[in-house]
């Protein structure tokens, strides 16, 4: 897991550069909705697609997560089935309903039936490279993605923002890596304020509600604790009520705030009340963490970045393995007798 | 709030009845999206609005909670702005957007400055009673967006769902309602489960989902309380890995499912092997709770009926009082500032 969380800014080129072609080949015709359909890990670059083109494409992207699609697909909808292994059962599901309504179908998998189907159905199919645990693919299944939506004329060019993330990843892991000891590696200390703690991640409607999640996924999968999500400023209408029982659990409870200089003013100023005042006297640790580079492709991907390092040293100091799903693969097994 | 969950039936039915002549006044031009903005309590109409339709409405449903609307929102769009308040900054901000976009906006609120902007500008104006708390005006919600769709043409008739979802809560709070005793009530039952517990309710993408969402959020605010809410099969991707660490703070989660029989069947399995087998040996709690009625519309009001009273009697073992949300009041006191 290290490893390939290591090469995330070489996945993110190897994307751009190994699916050029699959992308030239797709043609659009009018598209007046886009559904995403994945889950897990194969679903991670749907959400950060949504989250990034919410002000920038002209028409609405949902990330469906389950075994039928929503009654409004139809010809004028764009169907990126997304499944690292390309043998989700759900998603090969969803495939189905898609292919059935005549919508505009595009694969995104490493091989497996989800692969095959769609060659056979004469779809444009972007391979991704495989080997790797779906979440620790979420460059290759990302930027495909993004390419799709701009050659399809639904996103302006992201160019210079993919260049841009690449960058600040790569200097980002010089400090982020293993071999940084703990006193100048921010992931290590966050992995320790986490250790024998629940940890909450909250983000903000836009950029960061994806990749709060996306934490807590790797939290789970990665260093096998529970681990939750929730959003500005939906947040402060409920959760920030819920900090008072049972006391001696919320004293266990480490919230990581994840901040972006593209927010919304009044999302950062309910963050900084909410932080510094209203949660001042609860039981919960807190943190901020603010997102590098400029760009909010380059933002959300450094957040990503640390948590998914967060996720693996959190593993460590539990004396896990970071790879191993378990209870997944026994799931599966039990859904395939 | 004991005296508003109990009237959640009438409050449908005057849902019904007092707001059919301001969405009769209401005329959709052509209607490409709807995105129903709110927070808090006021979204929780619109998620369920969204649930209920996936498999229905012709065109996406999207809740949106925020300042800003998505990029795509335009005159082909409805904006149901949502605002029990009325004074919902957020909300408020969003409506500017939608107008300014030249959306089709329906204004849902008791009163406020969204009130009398929506006046001003011409919008229809669905006026719901006032003086309560948000949240324990779902009926009051909810309702007049599913006449707004049906209005429309998006929806087909709901009345028959209506009705039998006004005849179980009638039915339902015989055994929920404060006067009887725990053994035989099993809100009371589920909350003592609950005690001393974090709450993590579990639902299904489709119908239970939202509704889990809402447990999550009533716990938050009636029972202040930590709690939280996740959906299959998504969760089977990565939140059931989540249950090894840390120990002595696992065996302190109790996990309610909600469960109806309008799933989807390998979602049902799926629930079933998690349940019983995946989970069988960690050491969390966990409930399984079936909805009632035969209708979707019932089913998803049944599973939120009992989470609103679960809330209220948690906050009665905790020794709170299950209305005031202090930390809600100070926030919005000082973003005022």
Chains 1, 2 share one sequence.
């Not at 050029?20 to 749907?46: M, P």
């Not at 994806?210 to 929730?230: D, G, P």
């Not at 001042?280 to 957040?303: D, I, K, V």
Request: glycine share 8%.
């Amino acid at each position: 897991m290290f490893g390939a969380i290591y090469r995330l800014p070489e996945q993110i080129e190897e994307a751009v550069s190994k699916m050029e072609y699959s992308i030239a080949q797709f043609k659009a015709s009018l598209v007046r909705t886009i559904v995403i359909t994945g889950l897990g890990g194969s679903a991670v670059g749907g959400d950060m697609l949504r989250s990034y083109a919410a002000d920038k494409c002209p028409v609405p992207i949902f990330v469906n997560r389950g075994y039928t699609l929503p009654s409004y697909v139809g010809k004028d909808t764009l169907v990126i089935a997304v499944s690292y292994s390309g043998n989700t059962e759900e998603t090969l599901s969803a495939y189905a309903d898609a292919k059935r309504r005549g919508a505009q179908v595009v694969a995104v998998t490493s091989g497996g039936i989800l692969k095959k189907q769609a060659w056979a159905d004469g779809y444009v199919v972007v391979t991704v490279p495989g080997g790797l645990q779906p979440r620790a693919a979420a460059g290759y299944l990302f930027i495909p993605q993004m390419l799709l939506l701009q050659k399809a004329g639904l996103l302006p060019d992201c160019g210079e923002e993919i260049t841009e993330t690449v960058r600040v990843l790569y200097e980002m892991r010089l400090r982020l890596a293993p071999q940084v000891k703990s006193e100048h590696n921010l992931a290590k200390r966050i992995a320790s304020r986490l250790f024998g703690k629940i940890p909450l991640i909250h983000g903000a409607t836009g950029l960061t509600e994806t990749i709060a999640y996306r934490w807590k996924t790797q939290l789970n999968e990665n260093a096998q604790t529970v681990a939750f999500a929730h959003s500005y400023p939906e947040l402060n209408h409920n959760e920030i009520v819920g900090f008072d029982v049972p006391l001696e659990l919320i004293e266990k409870i480490e919230i990581i705030t994840l901040t972006s200089n593209h927010n919304h003013p009044r999302v950062q100023k309910r963050i900084e009340i909410t932080m510094g005042e209203v949660l001042a006297n609860t039981a919960c640790g807190r943190y901020e963490l603010p997102a590098q580079g400029a760009s909010e492709l380059a933002q959300m991907f450094s957040l990503l970045y640390v948590g998914d390092y967060v996720s693996a040293y959190l593993a460590v100091l539990y004396g896990l393995d970071p790879t191993p799903v378990d209870k997944i693969v026994q799931l599966k097994n039990r859904l395939a007798d």
